[in-house]
């Protein structure tokens, strides 16, 4: 399959070179300037990337790197999505001019940004929404990435309903266990940065600058009382999510679906056992992207659905309320709110399961 993947950041990079060594002919297209510039010219200049995944290490040669976004994108069968949400919608917007009926999106994760493809009158295409990227990774020095964790199971959302055979194909031959959710917006509201990178990198700030960035947030930061934090945040998610006909699936065992086999694993174990053995360390410092993409893009949306439905998010709206005092900025007026992506697409795509049968 002709494969393009925007943004050649951590996940972009590494999932770019696992499909390509799958076989898949895989285009990496650099979005911006803003990070990432020295990883970017060293594999384009040797189209190829230095892959250590656990005991496999391999030379991924990549069919095309480049920041040319009409070849890239109108050549593509299948355009996959890894920039930061903070910036998924000037990109949506730059890419739909190039696009065409019949090609795929695969937006990891979206934080519901199917609805900017429907805003910004997107052509007969098929959009997935993923909970999280399949593949925690870094890159570990330009042209080099490291594989830290595989999802066991990958849940995706699909828009229109009607195309989800059209989405199986696609996921099947891209190697990657997977289910399907109701809809992508219990897929974006399953985005697991919504709860633990929220919570974990706003009660880390004064440990992060005490440190001067030596630290390891997933082991550290969630004690028991944090851990009661979560477990708010986590119920006011679940009402959105049932208000919204959606399964009440708590957050860990949203997790241990994700990265666990063993159905007999207690759900809180598991996200621990990630947390201790698998996760990423950082973040660095106070501002990173958990809570200036995560706060905005996901934290502002729940806030706003919850506001929509009537429904409390007393939590949301206080770990709001703190990452704006400690970053003086107003995520509230920056965010992703349900105006921002539209309150008729957002319908439009609920109203996708009664026309479905689902």
């Not at 999106?105 to 999280?132: L, Q, R, W």
Request: aromatic share 8%; net charge negative; glycine share 6%.
């Amino acid at each position: 399959m002709r494969i393009t993947i925007a943004g050649v950041g951590n996940a972009g990079s590494t999932v770019g070179a696992d499909l390509s060594n799958k076989g898949h002919q895989v285009t990496l297209l650099k979005t911006s300037n803003k990070l990432h510039n020295e990883h970017y010219e060293k594999i384009k200049k040797d189209k190829n990337i230095k892959v250590n995944d656990f005991s496999n290490k391999y030379l991924a040669e990549l069919f095309s790197v480049t920041d040319d976004v009409k070849s890239a994108i109108s050549d593509a069968e299948c355009i996959i999505i890894y920039i930061q949400t903070n910036y998924h919608e000037k990109l949506i917007k730059d890419i739909v001019q190039y696009m065409h009926d019949g090609q795929i999106v695969i937006i990891e994760p979206g934080y519901m940004s199917t609805c900017y493809f429907i805003k910004h009158n997107c052509p007969d295409i098929t959009i997935i929404e993923a909970e999280s990227s399949p593949i925690d990774c870094r890159i570990v020095k330009p042209g080099e990435v490291n594989v830290l964790f595989k999802n066991v199971l990958n849940p995706f959302g699909v828009y229109p309903l009607s195309h989800i055979e059209i989405a199986e194909k696609c996921l099947k031959s891209l190697g990657y266990p997977f289910e399907f959710t109701k809809n992508v917006v219990e897929a974006a509201l399953h985005n697991p940065n919504l709860i633990v990178h929220t919570v974990g990198a706003i009660f880390s700030i004064p440990r992060i600058e005490y440190s001067n960035g030596d630290y390891w947030m997933y082991k550290e930061v969630f004690t028991p009382h944090i851990w009661n934090v979560v477990e708010s945040l986590d119920k006011e998610k679940m009402d959105i999510l049932e208000a919204l006909n959606c399964e009440r699936l708590p957050y860990v065992e949203a997790c241990k679906k994700r990265n666990s086999t063993d159905k007999t694993e207690d759900a809180l174990e598991v996200f621990f056992d990630y947390a201790k053995n698998s996760s990423p360390a950082g973040p660095n410092v106070p501002d990173s992207r958990y809570i200036t993409e995560d706060v905005p893009q996901g934290l502002v949306l729940l806030e706003s659905l919850g506001q929509i439905l009537n429904i409390p998010t007393p939590t949301c709206s206080g770990l709001i309320n703190c990452a704006n005092a400690a970053l003086t900025v107003d995520f509230r007026k920056i965010g992703r709110t349900v105006e921002a992506l539209g309150y008729d697409n957002i319908i439009k795509i609920l109203k996708e399961n009664e026309k479905e049968g689902y």
